[in-house]
């Protein structure tokens, strides 16, 4: 949703990462599952840490795709 015009746009992707929040949490997940869409938890909402093993979290899992 556009934040000016209030404006809902879909952008078609094969593939959408979100990076949302510093507390391990997973609030997408369970829908996700739902609908049997794939998906991979990483960083921060794995579990809290350094930056170093949030990027390699999101690296492993990039590989996988």
Same mark, same amino acid.
């Given at each position: ?18 990076? !949302? ?6 609030? &997408?997940?369970?829908? !996700? ?25 999101? &690296? ?6």
């Amino acid at each position: 949703r556009d934040v000016d015009s209030g404006a809902i746009s879909h952008i078609p992707a094969d593939l959408v990462v979100l990076s !949302l929040g510093v507390r391990p949490a997973k609030p &997408f997940g369970d829908s !996700l599952e739902e609908i049997g869409e794939k998906y991979v938890v990483i960083g921060d909402a794995q579990k809290s840490g350094r930056i170093v093993d949030a990027v390699r979290t999101a &690296f492993d899992a990039v590989r996988t795709i």
